[in-house]
């Protein structure tokens, strides 16, 4: 057989493969993962216009009566209440005074918590004599103890904080705790069989299996230490956003109230928005 004969065929032969090729490119299709694992699907306009639209609901309803302006003044009055703030620069001074408190409260409050609850998981002994009294100071009240607290710390920050840090504390243990105690045992089995030293496995596999649970524990402190904040601040404080409820409830100053928890609000949202991005940068994992 000639060379040129040779050629054709290959050439041929690599045409018909190539087109093979891409006719069952054209017939198999990949299979789509069907797998989602709950992931929802984020809708980021519909918490806003639902906010509108009860908003624009709320203010007809004053405006025509349905709704006693002594009992809920209008949304447009609650935000002349807040523009007043800002007009004499005092709502600076009643955040400033608030954020210092819970700031400082959440975050000592927090770090013992994650520090005892993570003590109370890995020791026995440390369960043994510790976690018997978590159980029974942790249904009392905290704001109870606001009077104890002034004893001890004055009428001062020092309670304040301190009744912040006592009720964080409690539910951060627990998180902590409960988090350690749900971790796969056979991850931690797997790290031992590898040789794994007690602290590596406590960095690498307990601590990020528990971090889930502490997360979640940290958005239900944030929630009870703004509360304590607001009960605190009630009590011999002369600024902050529950003492400033408190001067308009005196009042009896509704559209200043409204505002108060306004502020309330929007403080509970940035800090469930500063959780959220917390949960995203650490638990990247999960997806």
Known sequence: MSLDATNEIETRTRRNTSDL???RKGLVKPVPFRGGGFVHTRHRLIAPLLFVVLVILWEVGSQTGFISNIALPAPSEAAGAMSDLFETGMIWKHLSASLYRLVI????????????GLAIALFSLVR????????ALFPIPKIALLPLFIIWFGIGEGSKVATILFGVFFPTVIATYGGVDNVDRNLIRMGQSFGLSWMS???KIIIPGALPAILSGFRISASIAIILLVA???IGAEYGIGAYILMA?????????IAGVAML????????WLISRAERLLLSWRA
């Open 21 to 23: 090729q891409q006719s």
């Open 105 to 116: 409260g959440w975050s000592l409050g927090s770090l013992i918590g994650v520090f005892v």
């Open 128 to 135: 043994a004599g510790v976690s018997p009294f978590i159980s």
């Open 201 to 203: 496995i406590v960095r």
């Open 232 to 234: 605190a601040e009630m």
């Open 249 to 257: 409830g005196a009042l009896f100053a509704t559209d200043q109230l």
């Open 265 to 272: 609000s929007v403080l509970g949202l940035t800090v469930g």
